[in-house]
């Protein structure tokens, strides 16, 4: 989005994120060709991967910029420091506005041509950016697009691959039946035609990103690749997990909008009624999850955290068997596939980097100093 747009009144930002540093011998006075956006609210556990499955990427060109919104925990804190560590990152730090305030202020102080979505709890393979800017380039009538993931648990144990339709119309087809068109946080757009539809809307929030897939699908062609380009974290925080009720009837009122701008109505079968909740995720879920996908130390792993609640022998011994027998054609699957290569990422280096500098102090409490005094309520 170009850089005239403003960021918010209440907003404050990391001294030294745009400076020169020999830490960073890729600095350019130019702009960026790719800008990062991840909204950060309260992500301290998993953090740190997020930010250095960026920092690792294999295309360099690029910005990040994080918004810290309204974190209590030391979110704040970890971000100022990784901006110390490389330039090309930049922290804002604003009061709690909610998901779509906060993407729409990082994506307001983006300089590139091309906007890349990450969330604070997910892990960027290393060559996600290059991938996706490929296809950019080789399509210039593409506004968006997305890719496959890797789903994780909150361990960061693999679980299954998830891929999506990867065409326009079988894309739009989905969004305009309910179903998913994009995992978000793979995607990257064009920000020309994200600001033209102007961006986010607060009124979607919850289903915010199938608001704006459906409105760039308007300006341009929607397109996912085939290829796993993040490691998606999946836990009963999650959004799709506590707020299931909320999205079904933000879900209608969006699907009757997008069919009357397209001149048609609403299929009345595509209503979602009542106010059923969706099931709480559980081991249950995620080790038949990883028997699908083919990975059986996680499954394994589930299967023993079930062991160990209050529920009934019968779904214990149920979820055993299923698992048991999902494992053996996910396994198969994965072999033939040719993608047991295909892993989440580790950050070594980076986990000493900052376990040192919690156990010296080095420069956390002045930045913590600094949070309390600059950071809005």
């Known amino acids: 989005m170009n850089s005239k747009n403003k960021a918010g009144k209440n907003m404050t930002y990391a001294t030294n994120s745009t400076k020169p540093s020999s830490t960073n011998p890729s600095f350019s006075i130019r702009e960026p060709l790719i800008s990062v956006v991840m909204p950060v609210y309260n992500a301290r ?19 990040l910029i994080c918004v810290n919104d309204g974190s209590t925990d030391a979110s704040g804190e970890m971000l100022e420091w990784f901006a110390q560590q490389d330039t090309r990152i930049r922290v804002v730090h604003q009061a709690n506005t909610g998901i779509v305030g906060a993407l729409n202020a990082g994506c307001s102080l983006a300089k590139a041509p091309l906007i890349c979505r990450m969330d604070q709890d997910d892990v960027a393979l290393p060559n996600r950016l290059q991938m996706q ?6 399509n210039p009538a593409c506004t968006v697009v997305g890719g496959a993931i890797l789903e994780m648990d909150c361990d960061g144990d693999p679980l299954a691959i998830s891929r999506l339709a990867v065409e326009h119309e079988q894309i739009v087809g989905q969004l305009l039946t309910r179903r998913t068109g994009h995992f978000h946080p793979t995607t990257m757009f064009r ?45 009963a925080q999650s959004i799709c997990w506590q707020r299931s009720a909320q999205q079904r009837s933000l879900m209608n009122e969006l699907l009757r909008e997008a069919y009357r701008v397209r001149g048609e109505e609403l299929p009345q079968h595509l209503i979602a009624e009542g106010s059923q909740v969706r099931a709480v995720a559980g081991p249950g879920k995620w080790a038949r999850a990883a028997a699908k996908g083919g990975f059986p130390l996680s499954t394994l792993k589930h299967l023993r955290s079930l062991l160990q609640t209050d529920a009934k022998t019968s ?46 102090g080095g420069s956390l409490a002045h930045v913590a100093a600094s949070l309390r005094e600059a950071v809005p309520t």
Request: net charge neutral; aromatic share 12%.
């Open 133 to 138: 800017l490929d296809h950019l380039r080789r």
């Open 45 to 63: 556990t998993y953090l740190l991967h997020a930010m250095a499955s960026i920092i690792e990427q294999t295309h360099r060109d690029w910005e």
């Open 191 to 235: 920000a020309e035609a994200f600001e033209a539809v102007g961006g986010y809307r607060g009124q979607y929030e919850w289903v915010e990103d199938h608001d704006l897939w459906l409105r760039l699908a308007q300006r341009g062609q929607l397109a996912n690749l085939r290829d796993v380009v993040l490691c998606y974290r999946q836990h």
């Open 315 to 360: 779904y214990k011994a149920r979820m055993a068997v299923e698992a048991s027998l999902r494992l053996l054609g996910g396994a198969a699957r994965r072999m033939w596939s040719g993608e047991r290569s295909i892993g989440v990422p580790q950050f070594p280096e980076w986990e000493q980097r900052w376990s040192r500098e919690l156990a010296t």
